[in-house]
């Protein structure tokens, strides 16, 4: 594995809507290292969530380039890029996005299925994400039977489902209270351990606590870097 997760360099992102046009990322360096556990915090609006988008794939830059495991993301169309995020990204993200109307086993299962593994294994692995996440008890419950921080315990054993070597994780405790945090803060840490490059937007002491890098985030620009 190359020892540079994510190298950005004067990356920068602009969103015109009508006649606004908002910055959301301004000039940004950035440089991670592989298994580094990187937190992002900064106000609401600094532009976390678009620095995990762009990191992520899911979006491009407007000015600037970005590197992902040594791929130059402005280089690739979409095509690429899909199969980019299924072999290198995990994405947890801010809101929920599990299927209601499949259980907690089924919405893993479906993921490893995107990601064109065999039926035979689909089970076992979706079984092995469950017990990871704590939740081999929960497999035939559909998310409005699940708690908060279980439904965020699911979202973690998709994102995971491919074994990335990236995950990105937006606030993944930022809806839960503390004692429910306590549980994906357990997941993060093992993830951590298990030597993944993991890059969180969050607000949690406890998570600032386990990273080995802090960055602060305002109006779009890195203006500390611990
Ligand atoms: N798709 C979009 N179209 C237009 N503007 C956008 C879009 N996405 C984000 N923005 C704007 O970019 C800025 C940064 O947004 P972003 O979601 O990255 O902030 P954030 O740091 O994640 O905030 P929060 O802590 O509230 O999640 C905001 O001013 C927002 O209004
Ligand atoms: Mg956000």
């Known amino acids: ?3 540079t997760a994510v190298k950005a360099q004067g990356l920068g992102k602009k969103f015109e809507v009508d006649t606004v046009v908002v910055e959301a990322l301004r000039n940004l360096d950035l440089t991670v290292n592989t298994g580094e556990f990187v937190s992002i915090y900064g106000p609401s609006g600094a532009g976390k969530s678009t620095l995990l988008n762009l990191i992520g794939a899911l979006d491009k830059p407007t000015s600037g380039t970005i590197e ?10 979409e095509n690429f890029l899909a199969t980019f995020r299924s072999t290198y990204v995990g994405f947890v993200f801010q809101s929920y996005n599990l299927s209601s109307t499949l259980t907690a086993i089924e ?11 065999k039926a035979k294994n689909l089970f076992d692995r979706s079984e092995d994400l469950l017990k990871l996440v704590g939740l081999e008890h929960r497999a035939n419950h559909f998310p ?11 979202e973690f054993a998709r994102a995971l489902a491919n074994n990335p070597p990236l995950l990105l994780a937006d606030e993944p405790t930022g809806n839960l209270d503390a004692n429910t945090g306590e549980e994906i803060v357990k997941i993060l840490h093992k993830i951590k351990k298990e030597g993944k490059t993991v890059i969180v937007a969050t607000h949690d002491p406890k998570l600032l606590e386990l990273s080995t890098r802090s960055l602060y985030l305002k109006n779009g620009r890195l203006t500390r870097n611990e």
Not at 68 to 77: E, G, I, Q, R
Not at 144 to 154: N, P, T, V
């Open 144 to 154: 409005a039977q699940l708690s908060g921080g279980e439904r965020q315990r699911i």
């Open 68 to 77: 992902v495991f040594d791929h130059d993301l402005n280089a690739y169309d």
């Open 107 to 117: 919405n893993i299962a479906f993921v490893i299925e995107l990601a064109g593994w």
């Open 1 to 3: 594995m190359k020892s």
